[in-house]
């Protein structure tokens, strides 16, 4: 069943210009990106963002992270896009991640991880009506629709 879910190339991946090489790594395993858009976080919307993290004690480092430049987030679909992304992304510990993955690959540390997934249908709906309209990402699926039959 095709799901959506969204995904953040962190600052880290941004400033090294990783960025294309994960995105492709993400078209080369099945997803269609919906959406893109580039932007710099502010601490508002990071905190908002991160909102579910608030109290735990990287709360506030992982605010100054995700503001310290801009974010590539792109909503993407695909069959069980929530699992599967979490499987492509690997582990949070890129020390700890399959050797194949996005974070084993491109991520500096636990906090400097290259990349955020989604890890919920309830969350990947919040986080991409965080980032994209409704309106925008129907079009968007539809386009994609329409181009599937050319």
């Known amino acids: 069943m095709k799901e959506r879910t969204l ?16 995105l492709q790594i993400l078209l080369d395993k099945g997803f269609d990106i919906l959406k893109l858009r580039w932007i710099r976080l502010t601490r508002e919307q990071a905190r908002a963002f991160y909102e579910v993290h608030k109290g735990k004690p990287f ?3 992982l605010v100054e992270f995700m ?3 801009p974010v590539i987030a792109a909503a993407l679909e695909r069959d069980n896009a929530i699992s599967y992304l979490r499987e492509v992304m690997g582990a949070t510990d890129p020390k700890k991640a399959d050797p194949a993955s996005i974070r084993s690959r491109f991520a500096e540390s636990i906090q400097r991880n290259a990349i955020h997934g989604s890890d919920s249908p309830e969350n990947a709906r919040k986080e991409v009506a965080f980032f994209f309209a409704g309106l925008e ?12 039959g050319k």
């Open 137 to 148: 990402l129907e079009q968007a699926s539809a386009a994609a629709e329409a181009n599937d």
């Open 7 to 22: 995904t953040i190339i962190k600052p880290d991946s941004v400033v090294k210009k990783t960025y294309g090489s994960i």
């Open 59 to 61: 709360y506030g480092e």
């Open 67 to 69: 503001t310290s430049g």
